[in-house]
């Protein structure tokens, strides 16, 4: 499939390659809800970014939400997640409130970091998050410390980046360490074709990032990314590899952002017949298709949908009216004392 | 008196009784457990407390410091050694970007007790490259405090005092101290972000760190016989910066010179006698730097003799600002 990229599998095809077994229909719907919570936040944070209320800047991840929601749906709740400053379907997926992510990309006192973090650097440890990182690679970092804690304490780590990532150092050192201690983690790679405004090709070498693995040893595979079924799947083995103590995982995941990579950028770079191609692809009615055809109704469906739509304009709505950190009383330490 | 201790071991038992203080503590680094540190500092720890505690890693400092920074944060006490202070310049996203500022940008869900040991300095001619004191690099970065010991009771009480802190702690450990032998320490811990006057006196007061110290306190015994009274203060902590002992002394000897193994421009010296300058003016009749030449050391012995101030250039110094003779 990386020789064709952005012409994976069909609707049709997705169906047809449904595998024999997974989690209860209810936590697919449920999975579904995730991501189709994450496409409408980042799309409010769009509109909230054009009428000023969120400041700086952004980096959307509509279009990959089945990357993160398939991988968490292998992950238990005290697992630890490292993200990327493309981070808000991270959090989310982990199970960050949509109400205190939203007050914090709003710079609202009641943020989950209290408005200090802002879009690029979420931190929510009480979901296990240890952190969304603004520099490329920090993630990768990030989940392979974690992984030394839960090696010793049973759990796993997962990191999250993206395809720009893979030529960072922090990729080749931290895949070898984790390979040579053994470390639980699964590093994820979201290739989503673009290190920010660049072709990912034009810049990496070997074509494909998954096949970087074979050289530490590591296991790895290379799937659709936009297929919440494949990731989830592919996650599962991932997690229980780790977790048996036979070491990391690479997993490349390949898919798309429908956005441009930050505020300032139009994505113009971009063919207009890729963007189409995976336009068609969205993970969303990928989604849809697949559980309306084998786990739930229409009207279980569009439930699901009312209650997104619910739960996301109240968490815009109470954003919105969260007052801002007070400079006196809010100022914070520069030290634990 | 009590037996002398010395520095290296000052610091191997400082990490060999907090390792068996307390079960979150791990140290690792590179050749530092079974081959127990190109410095000899740290034989025998791996043995004694197994490979979960102590072990080797990969040459990958960036790796390093980023397990370092994801360990503390989820519940491990990590002590990492980057053997050499010039080597800091490859870890220094993960340090600068994620340890320092996770306590304030998380909204103090949780703060990253780690420690990042170093050998530092000049003198040993090494080379460009493994000669620098990395301590000003990071003294401008809130969040992370850096200190650094001159004598063996504070290696040991200060190293305790960072493993101790729930913070990030830069360590800085001058690689011509090592062998330096002095009393061991009467506390358990010796508190960071703390100066120390080191040696009292009346006519002016020198403040250095690490090795600078004793430079300082040998010049400063030279001058005495001279009938120039000075006073060392020992700065031993970069962040937290401790203006109020200095401000203290200088309020005293109303001389202050500044004695720095780096260059002049950038350095903690200038930092700390622009704050004695906006704090303590009034009390100022003189003040003055003294520092490294402004090029990377060298490597020669006859240059990088001269590049490095020492006690002879101190005392030189403080004679010639207090009109003083030279003895013959």
Request: aromatic letters at 6%; glycine letters at 10%.
């Amino acid at each position: 499939m990386t020789s064709d990229i952005g012409a994976g599998p069909s609707v049709e095809a997705a169906r047809a390659a449904m595998p024999a077994e997974g989690p209860p229909d209810r936590r697919w719907l449920d999975a579904y809800g995730r991501m189709l919570l994450i496409r409408h936040f980042e799309n409010e944070m769009q509109r909230l970014f054009l009428k000023g209320e969120v400041h700086g800047t952004t980096h959307l991840a509509a279009g990959q939400e089945a990357v993160p929601v398939g991988v968490c749906l292998a992950l238990e709740p005290d697992d630890y997640l490292a993200g990327t400053y493309r981070g808000h379907g991270h959090a989310l997926a982990k199970g960050t409130e949509p109400a205190r992510l939203a007050a914090e990309m709003l710079g609202r006192a009641t943020g989950v970091c209290g408005g200090r973090a802002g879009s690029m650097n979420v931190i929510d440890l009480e979901h296990g998050l240890v952190g969304c990182f603004g520099i490329v690679g920090g993630s990768i970092a990030a989940a392979t410390g974690a992984a030394v804690s839960a090696q010793r304490q049973g759990k796993v780590a997962v990191a999250f980046f993206g395809d720009g990532a893979s030529n960072q150092g922090y990729f080749h050192e931290c895949l070898n360490w984790a390979q040579v201690f053994d470390l639980p983690v699964l590093f994820v790679c979201e290739n989503n074709l673009y290190g920010e405004f660049t072709p990912m090709a034009s810049v990496t070498a070997g074509g494909e990032i998954g096949i970087r693995a074979a050289s530490f040893g590591m296991q790895s595979q290379v799937l659709d990314g936009n297929d919440l079924w494949a990731v989830r799947e592919a996650a599962v083995e991932a997690v229980a590899r780790a977790r048996g103590g036979h070491g990391p995982t690479l997993l490349e995941c390949q898919t798309y952002r429908h956005y441009g990579h930050s505020k300032s950028d139009p994505a113009k770079y971009r063919p207009p017949d890729e963007v189409e191609r995976w336009l068609a692809r969205d993970p969303l009615d990928l989604a849809r298709a697949r559980l309306l055809d084998q786990v739930v109704s229409e009207e279980e469906l569009a439930a699901k949908d009312a209650e997104i739509d619910v739960q996301m304009d109240r968490a815009v709505e109470g954003a919105l009216a969260a007052p801002y950190p007070d400079p006196d009383e809010d100022a914070g330490s520069e030290f634990k004392e | 008196m009590s037996e002398q201790l010395e520095f290296r071991k000052a610091i191997r038992d400082a990490l060999d009784e907090e390792i068996e203080r307390d079960p979150a503590v791990v140290f690792f680094g590179e050749d530092v457990a079974l081959p127990g540190g190109v410095f000899v500092t740290t034989p025998g720890l791996q043995e004694k407390h197994g490979r979960e505690r102590v072990f080797d890693t990969p040459i990958s400092e960036m790796a390093m410091a980023g397990a370092a920074f994801g360990a503390a944060v989820t519940g491990l006490r990590p002590v990492i050694e980057v053997m050499f202070g010039d080597f800091m310049a490859l870890p220094m996203d993960s340090l600068v970007n994620q340890s320092a500022k996770f306590w304030y940008v998380s909204n103090e869900q949780a703060s990253v007790p780690l420690v990042v040991r170093s050998a530092v300095g000049a003198g040993g001619r090494f080379g460009a490259m493994h000669s620098q004191i990395h301590g000003t690099w990071f003294q401008g970065i809130p969040g992370i405090k850096v200190v650094g010991p001159s004598s063996p009771a504070d290696a040991k009480g200060l190293l305790k005092s960072a493993i101790r802190d729930d913070n990030p702690v830069v360590f800085l450990e001058h690689k011509r101290l090592y062998s330096v032998k002095g009393a061991p320490p009467a506390e358990e811990t010796v508190p960071l972000g703390k100066a120390a006057v080191v040696r009292e006196g009346s006519d002016i007061t020198i403040v250095s760190a690490l090795r600078g110290v004793h430079d300082s306190l040998q010049a400063a015994e030279e001058l005495a016989g001279e009938g120039i009274d000075a006073e060392v203060v020992d700065i031993r902590s970069l962040r937290p910066l401790d203006h109020e002992t200095v401000l203290g002394s200088v309020a005293k000897t109303n001389r202050v010179m500044l004695l720095e193994e780096g260059p002049r421009v950038g350095g903690w010296a200038a930092n700390l006698l622009g704050i004695i300058a906006a704090e303590g003016l009034e009390e100022l009749d003189d003040a003055w730097i003294v520092t490294t030449g402004d090029t990377p050391a060298p490597y020669s012995p006859t240059l990088e003799d001269a590049w490095l101030p020492a006690a002879a250039d101190v005392a030189a110094a403080v004679r010639e600002r207090l009109g003083a003779a030279a003895p013959s």
